[in-house]
Antibody
Framework: EVHLVESGGGLVEPGGSLRLSCAAS????????IIWVRQAPGKGLEWVSS????????YYADSVKGRFTVSRDNAENSLWLQMGSLRVEDTAVYYC????????????WGQGVLVTVSS | QSALTQAASLSGSPGQSITISCTGT?????????VSWYQQYPGKAPTLMIF???DRPPGVSNRFSGSKSGNTASLTISGLQAEDEADYYC????????????FGGGTKLTVL
C-alpha cells in the first residue's frame, strides 16, 4: 500500500528556516515525481515544488523560488523541502504527493504537516 | 499564475445531480487533457476523484464523472449523498513558463 508521511513542521519566526521530510513506502520511489502542495488556513491548494524521479527536473513556484530547496534520496525513499527566509504568508499545511505519470495527477497524498510562521 | 475559477459554494439535495465548473485558459485546461478533481474533507488531505478529464481511479464511485469543453472542465456528481459534502478542487497541468499544476480556488459542496 502506498504511503507518504510528512514530518518536520512547527512554529518558526519570520526569516527562519525549517526542513520538511516526506517518507515514502509501498511503491518504487525512484519511478515517480513527487510534488509539494501547500494550503494556507481556510484557503485553497497551491503548488510549491516538483522533483522528478532522479532529480533531473526540479521546479519551484515563483512564491518560493530562491528560498525553498527540494531534494530526494531514492535509496532512503525520502524527500525533503528545505525552507528558508520564511514569511508569514508561508504559513500553511504542506503536503507531499505522488505524481501518477508526470502530468501532475496526484494520486496519493501525505497527511500534511503544519508550518506556522509567526513572531 | 492565477488560479482556475470555481464557484465558491454549491448546494444540492440528496438524490440530485450537481455540476461544478472549473474555468481556465488556453494555456492550461484548453491545451491539455490533464484535468483532475480532488475531494477534501475538513482537516484531511485531498483525494483524487477524477484524472485526465474523465477517468476515475479504482474505488471512486461512478456517481462522479468529468468532462471538458474548451477552457472549462466540469465535475458532475449524480445521486447526491450526504457523504459527498466536502470541498472540491480542480487542477490542470500547464507549461506556462514551466511545467506545473494549477489549482482552482475550490468549491464547498453542501448537501441539504
Amino acid at each position: 500500500e502506498v504511503h507518504l508521511v510528512e514530518s518536520g513542521g512547527g512554529l518558526v519566526e519570520p526569516g527562519g528556516s525549517l526542513r520538511l521530510s516526506c517518507a515514502a513506502s509501498g511503491f518504487t520511489f525512484s519511478s515517480y515525481s513527487i510534488i509539494w502542495v501547500r494550503q494556507a488556513p481556510g484557503k485553497g491548494l497551491e503548488w510549491v515544488s516538483s522533483i522528478s524521479g532522479f532529480s533531473t527536473y526540479i521546479y519551484y513556484a515563483d512564491s518560493v523560488k530562491g528560498r525553498f530547496t527540494v531534494s530526494r534520496d531514492n535509496a532512503e525513499n525520502s524527500l525533503w523541502l528545505q525552507m528558508g527566509s520564511l514569511r508569514v504568508e508561508d504559513t500553511a499545511v504542506y503536503y507531499c504527493a505522488r505524481d501518477r505519470g508526470a502530468t501532475y495527477v496526484l494520486d496519493y497524498w501525505g497527511q500534511g504537516v503544519l508550518v506556522t510562521v509567526s513572531s | 499564475q492565477s488560479a482556475l475559477t470555481q464557484a465558491a459554494s454549491l448546494s444540492g439535495s440528496p438524490g440530485q445531480s450537481i455540476t461544478i465548473s472549473c474555468t481556465g485558459t488556453s494555456s492550461d485546461i484548453g491545451s491539455y487533457n490533464y484535468v483532475s478533481w480532488y475531494q477534501q474533507y475538513p482537516g484531511k488531505a485531498p483525494t483524487l476523484m477524477i484524472f485526465d478529464v474523465s477517468d476515475r481511479p479504482p474505488g471512486v464511485s461512478n456517481r462522479f464523472s468529468g468532462s471538458k469543453s474548451g477552457n472549462t472542465a466540469s465535475l458532475t456528481i449524480s445521486g447526491l449523498q450526504a457523504e459527498d459534502e466536502a470541498d472540491y478542487y480542480c487542477s490542470s497541468y500547464t507549461t506556462n513558463r514551466l511545467p506545473h499544476v494549477i489549482f482552482g480556488g475550490g468549491t464547498k459542496l453542501t448537501v441539504l
